[in-house]
């Protein structure tokens, strides 16, 4: 049989023809939209981007509450509960850990900075080593802006907790919440590092003792009688 060699290269030409429009097509068909990133979680944790200016003589824990509540506020999150991360001394003493709620917490930029009150304090050995994700470039202002520390000026990295480093209330006896955050001039108050930076242990709530409880003594040790705040519920 005699083969038909013109049909043969006229039927391959439209082989490659349909192939190529078909290559064309497939590659101008719209790619299929891409999924939509989660939106950043509410801030539920912040440093207080101001002190009362008083000291460590904030009102009490409801001072403190309130001036967490008030920034809150301002920042547009004032629909939740703000606590102070806080504890006191004496009688009825109160554990900084218990007030803060469960967790999960989040700054001003959606990160997660802790899963829960265990987790932020290593109760657990696992925990403990692996640290807390509070640190400089963590631990924003609810205003969502760097608080100074080491190396900066002025420092301002010494936080007022008045807590152990496990968030719980030391025994009365030496005064480490300036009278219960009552007294800009008696006593004293425990301090963190929320850049966990120098004092000699990195801690983010129990580094070391102020100098004092005026404003001028917080300044002194690196401070600015700022506070750690987190959203309750």
Not at 103 to 119: L, M, T
Not at 140 to 153: A, I, R, S, W
Not at 159 to 184: E, F, H
């Amino acid at each position: 049989m005699q083969i038909d060699k013109k049909m043969i290269a006229a039927a391959l030409s439209g082989v490659a023809a349909a192939s190529i429009v078909g290559a064309v097509a497939f590659a101008q068909a719209p790619a299929a939209p891409a999924a939509a990133p989660p939106p950043p979680a509410p801030m539920s944790f912040f440093v207080t981007s101001v002190g009362k200016g008083d000291g460590a003589n904030i009102g009490g824990l409801a001072g403190a509450d309130a001036h967490c509540q008030a920034l809150a506020t301002a920042a547009g999150r004032g629909g939740v509960t703000w606590h102070a991360y806080l504890s006191t001394q004496g009688a009825g003493a109160v554990n900084a850990r218990d007030r803060i709620g469960k967790g999960p917490w989040f700054n001003a930029r959606g990160a997660k900075v802790g899963d829960s009150v265990a987790q932020i304090h290593g109760d657990d050995i696992n925990d403990a080593r692996m640290g807390v994700a509070f640190a400089k470039m963590t631990s924003f202002t609810e205003k969502n802006t760097v608080v100074n520390g080491v190396g900066d000026m002025p420092n301002q990295h010494d936080i007022l907790t008045g807590s152990t480093p496990d968030g719980r209330a030391y025994p009365a006896g030496a005064d480490k919440t300036c009278k219960n955050y009552t007294s800009n001039s008696d006593g004293s108050v425990r301090l963190g590092h929320h850049d966990k930076t120098g004092g000699g242990n990195g801690s983010w709530n129990s580094t070391h003792d102020s100098r004092g409880c005026s404003q001028p003594n917080l300044v002194s040790t690196g401070g600015a009688g700022l506070l750690y705040c987190f959203a309750v519920n």
